[in-house]
């Protein structure tokens, strides 16, 4: 199993940061990744994007079981319980949803932000462009958060 952590952060200027961390069962970094755009969303698409974007890279990296961890309850619960309706953040939800098939098995978990703390911060970093994706560790300065969370295990 792979432990995926995603978070949202949303700023002045109407920036979005997406933030992204996939880890094994000891704790190692498989690879954390950041991105950033312009948008006007509200903080649960912003949440909804970065759960997408979660998805994408674990799909990318070959990954079959898959934990998904994030902080917005809101979103957990619906992903978890597979309910859409007709607004634009279904939209997200259906594609996340769809995209699962790819897995042999997902699981979705709330936790609190002290739980999301690697995400958080890769959220709120600025990447070298649109993207950055690191293999195999993390960006230095998310590195204390990486290994508080990895003695917590």
Sequence with gaps: MVKLNFDASLSVGGWVGQGVTARDWRGEVLFAATHRVTA??????????????????AISHGL??????????VLINRLSK??????????????????????NSVSWCH????????????????????????????????SPYVMMDKLSI
């Excluded at 079959?64 to 309850?73: H, K, L, R, T």
């Excluded at 597979?82 to 897995?103: H, P, Q």
């Design 82 to 103: 597979a309910s859409t309706f007709f607004t634009d953040l279904d939209n997200i939800l259906d594609d996340i949803l769809a995209s699962c098939s790819s897995f």
């Design 64 to 73: 079959v079981d898959i934990i998904i961890e994030g902080d917005s309850q």
């Design 111 to 142: 936790v609190k932000r002290d739980e999301n703390v690697v995400a958080h911060n890769l959220a709120h970093l600025t990447p070298f462009g649109i993207e950055q994706i690191w293999e195999n560790h993390s960006p230095c300065k998310v």
């Design 40 to 57: 006007h969303w509200p903080p649960i698409t912003a949440e909804g994007k970065a759960a997408a974007m979660a998805i994408k890279l």
